[in-house]
């Protein structure tokens, strides 16, 4: 009977928990798609600069989620061999212990009502001669983007959680952590490396919770989920929750899941994922590389123990760009338009948008620049418009390329994803500003394909990486036409337009 049942539970079922929606997929053992669910839920912005979810949406959001793909798959919950979560990163809940309810809202990665405050740490650090301290520990640049001044501020402002953190009665989680206690009904508090990673209190080099960066937070220790490997196991999930207790095997951040989805398994591989945000990866293999150019290094994934580890570059907006211009301009009903509407345009070369809404990310890091599009015309149209916000994406992954080139890693060729991939004028523009190949696999749901993959990894549906590597099929490779006159007129564009939405002060 037991031969019967693990020859049944060929299939994974990958949790992907993003910023806008809650995704869920059932991939055979063989990397078929054979069921999704998906459900956005609401963003929410108390005060400029702020966004917030409601930690109940994303975990009910979920659920439907997790349900919908089995109902279509046509499987049970008991057919499942392994489950694999993968989110948004840095996006930060407490929660109390004792109940499992959150005592505020999860304050998004996008969030930045802490950028004044990691300004004012980072001069004290300078001030002390240490600056580089938090970088040299984490491979992170000392930003509100990440979750430890995100905590901080909860602990501040939230009556009473300061002394329940001290009584040990809360509970810290990014989105991974909150998932999994909830599935399991509270019986684990974990992460893995790849998340910790996202946090400012991990030393990637030690692999462990940093003491002297929970001190210089002032965040109790006790908060902390464990940290396990990508592929674990991270405990079964509650009976009631789907009908069957299934095991939880893989979770990875949204980023790193993407590289493990796109087979990144060889050092210098470089994947570009194109969701709300645009976060391209390059592996380094075991070497930690530290960026002269405002990159971030950071863990891609840990097996057995070991880390494997990457440089990032950062973009803030890329997809969420498209959708503020059809939810709130009402540019278009469906991002599928944007495709047409760039064949029509007629004067989008000369048109800059920078799309600086919630600040710049890399290799700018300015918190307090803002969006702008620059040379309109009386003959500008709306699909200029809509054509240059998809060219932002383009541009901004060139000032990533660039950086890492600057840094000693000169990307060769880029595998793209995320669901700007299905865009051929945007992967097209892509490979002719970067004057690079662009491969776009035949499966472009990688992140959630990483996490399945971790999860099965760990059930022993797959026995190594290798197996992986063999699943990913390329679907094209968009090569670069344009000519270089061009690229640098663009460039040189580009760069204007960005200086003149920047800050007066040079970043985190």
Not at 327 to 353: C, G, P, Q, V, W
């Amino acid at each position: 009977m037991e031969t019967d049942n693990k020859i049944m539970q060929q299939f994974l079922l990958a949790i992907d928990q993003g910023t806008t929606s809650s995704r869920a997929i059932i991939f055979s053992r063989d990397g078929k798609r054979l069921g999704v669910g998906q459900r956005e839920y609401a963003q929410h912005f108390p005060q400029e600069g702020w966004v917030e979810h409601e930690p109940e949406d994303i975990w009910q959001t979920t659920l439907f989620s997790c349900r919908q793909a089995l109902t279509e798959a046509g499987i049970s919950a008991d057919m499942i061999a392994g489950i694999g979560i993968t989110n948004q990163r840095e996006t930060t809940v407490l929660w109390d212990r004792r109940t499992g309810k959150p005592v505020y809202r999860a304050i998004v990665w996008q969030d930045r009502r802490t950028s004044a405050w990691c300004q004012r740490l980072q001069e004290q650090l300078e001030q002390q001669g240490r600056e580089n301290f938090i970088r040299t520990r984490t491979g992170l640049l000392l930003d509100s983007y990440f979750s430890a001044s995100k905590i901080r501020w909860i602990l501040d402002h939230v009556p009473g959680a300061t002394q329940l953190a001290h009584e040990g009665h809360l509970a810290f989680g990014t989105i991974d952590s909150f998932l999994l206690w909830k599935l399991t009904g509270g019986k684990r508090h974990c992460t893995d490396a790849s998340n910790a990673s996202r946090t400012l209190l991990f030393n990637i080099h030690t692999q462990t919770w940093d003491a002297d960066l929970l001190a210089l937070f002032d965040i109790p220790p006790g908060l902390l989920p464990e940290v396990l490997d990508s592929a674990a196991d991270f405990g079964k999930t509650d009976a009631d929750v789907f009908g069957a207790c299934i095991q939880i095997g893989g979770i990875a951040g949204d980023q790193q899941a993407a590289a493990f989805g796109q087979a990144c398994f060889q050092p210098g591989m470089t994947k570009s994922t194109y969701g709300t945000g645009c976060f391209m990866l390059v592996n380094t293999g075991s070497q930690v590389i530290e960026s002269r150019h405002n990159l971030l290094s950071t863990v891609a994934w840990r097996l057995d123990g070991k880390p494997t580890y990457a440089l990032e570059g950062s973009i803030f907006m890329a997809g969420a760009t498209v959708q503020w211009l059809r939810d709130k301009l009402n540019f278009f009903a469906s991002s599928h338009e944007t495709e047409s509407m760039a064949a029509r345009a007629r004067y989008a070369d000369s048109i800059m948008f920078v799309p600086a809404f919630t600040g710049l990310g890399a290799p700018w890091w300015d918190s307090e620049a803002r969006g702008a599009i620059f040379g309109l015309t009386r003959d500008t149209g709306l699909e200029d418009i809509v054509t240059a916000a998809l060219l932002s994406v383009c541009h901004q992954t060139r000032d990533l390329v660039e950086a890492m080139a600057a840094d000693g890693l000169q990307p060769v060729r880029i595998r793209a994803d995320g669901g700007m991939a299905a865009n051929n004028f945007v992967m097209q523009g892509l490979a002719d500003l970067l004057n690079l190949p662009v491969d776009r696999p035949q499966l472009t749901e990688t992140t959630a394909f990483g996490a399945a993959c971790l999860a099965g990894l760990h059930c022993g549906l797959y026995a190594s990486t290798d197996d992986i590597a063999e699943m990913w099929k390329l679907d094209r490779t968009f090569l670069p036409s344009a000519d270089e006159t061009w690229r640098e007129q663009q460039k040189s564009r580009w760069l204007d337009a960005v200086s003149r939405t920047r800050s007066n002060r040079t970043g985190s």
